[in-house]
């Protein structure tokens, strides 16, 4: 289901051919990507010629991302990834496939046969199917969406259990499933590759599965037994606006107002959302603020996950004021007797700051009483709870895997280490310092009079998030302003002024030129810095957030000097992140190339 060369009305004797062909390029592959992620790609073809496929890469985590549009002609074959919005393009080899990946900057890829996999034995079908087999179709709420979710499931000869899974709405097809058990009535799998497991039960009547989905928080999902299956409709690519001469900050806004009057219309910001987005710009010292829809230049926003940029300087602060070492165990960081040193490798802050710690993107005893506020109630002894089962024993060869319950431990762990809570740790150490008094956690009365009300993805009223142990992941929220005093002070470390003459302002030029150093490998073409993402491509460090009502995206880009934020109080959609959209457009508007269009 997830990967089809579709194949037109052509002879039979066409067709046998090309089915020939096909299925010759059927099997696994293995492949190294930059000399350094480990990608496998596993191929099968079926009698009529269609092409299916999935990708793994290894290094990080990500097993059976879904394939699509393979098209084989001759010795030429392509191929594309969307849910990394990459394509590969190039050759059958008598060993291999030869050829370019693509995902913003072509890079050499070539896959070998990989025979580790060549004993695997084929699927044989149960002669009488299970009492849980077939097609199911259930609806998950999640934030803000009503997501369609489509189950496959079928048994083998020897009476295992096999599963796939469709998020139709996302376009996410055919994600492979794990630890598939079922003892009737009780059903449960895992999908690796978004961390999600199911656990529930079949109905006495086997038409219903009811039971709870749970991805760092559980949630109800239930299934009811289908007659056929559903296809999604495809995902259209990104259209683009013509590419323009670099564009100034004094102009942006200018430009801004022509590249967003459709979503101003009748788009993401129409007036009829409630939504509203501020937007900073800085390039070669001269900067603006401007706004629309119903947000005003001085709004304050939450800016979820680039709260974990701040920790990320924290911890370069306190590093060098000598308090702490990159490589220090977090263990070490705990009150006594938190968790016990693990007998191998164990999780450093630098493994927490660069998402290769191995831990999972949010912890298993998540289970929050609101969950229009979810993160409100977990505290220091819920994290402390989680670690004492879960280890801080490091994984070995841990790859990237973004983890927000890494960040927050981060957090936490400096603040026990300094002596105060996270807020008090972060105006000492970094908002103090640069003067940034609308970026905070708690809010004053005059500040909540500035707070943007939230929106759920369908642009419905949405609750504020407090974060209380999981602070250092996404809890600040802040001014674009402020922001850009941030950003310009990334952009230009070695000139930042700060505040005052305390440790902090003294150490906070070196912190930020440390915590810019390129450390480990992250997502395809990019790297991470402590917590900045690094794109080659376009030179820029960047990173976005999202929480129940806001999303966000801050980049600065040292070699064209200049930097930009977008604050946006709408959560993500189904579509993805606007904000992340306008920050993209914005950074291609910057460089003057072709810039990914705002517009439905």
Known sequence: MACFLVVGLVGLASLHARAQASAAIGGDYAGVLGGALHVKLHIKADASGTITGTLDSTDQGAIGIPCADFHLDGQALTFSV?????????????????GTWDQGTPQPLNFTRDQSGATEKPFVAASKPSAVDGIWLGTLAAGGNTLRIQLHVKSDAVGREFCTNDSLDQGAMGLECAKVAFAAPDFSFEVPIVHGSWNGRLSADGN??????????????????????????PIAPPQYDAAIPAVSAADLQAVMDKDLADALKTGELAASTGAGVSIAVVEHGVSRVFSYGAAKPDSIFEIGSITKTFTGLILSQLVEQDKIKLDEPVRELLPPNTVAKPAGEEITLLDLATQHSGLPRMPDNFKPADQANPYADYGAANLYAFLAKQTVAKPANAGFLYSNLGFGLLGQALAVRAGMPYPELLKKEVTGPLGLGDTTVALT????????????????????????????????????????????????????KP????????????????????????????RIALAW???????????????????SYAFFNPKGNYAAVVLLNTTLGQKGSFADRVGQHISERLAGKPAIALGE
Do not use: C
Not at 88 to 93: D, E, H, I, R, Y
Not at 208 to 233: D, I, V, Y
Not at 462 to 483: C, E, P, Q
């Open 208 to 233: 219903t599965l009811a039971g709870t989905w749970s991805q760092g928080q559980p949630m109800a999902l239930n299934f009811t037994r289908q007659t056929k299956e559903l296809t999604a409709a």
């Open 82 to 98: 969307p849910a990394v919005h990459g394509t590969w393009k190039g050759t059958v080899t008598a060993d291999g496939l030869a």
């Open 533 to 551: 993402l690094f794109e080659a491509e376009t030179g820029n460090y960047w990173h976005n957030g999202g929480t129940g009502g806001y999303s």
């Open 499 to 526: 505040e005052g003459d305390s440790a902090a302002a003294k150490t906070l030029a070196a912190a930020l030129i440390q915590q810019h150093e390129l450390r480990a490998d992250a997502m395809p073409g990019t």
């Open 445 to 496: 009365a005059e500040q909540l009079a500035r707070f943007i009300p939230g929106h759920s993805a369908d642009h419905k009223p949405a609750h504020a998030w407090d974060l209380n142990a999981m602070a250092g992941a996404g809890a600040i929220r802040s001014t674009a302003a402020d922001m850009l005093v941030y950003l310009e002070a990334n952009l230009h470390p070695e000139g930042v």
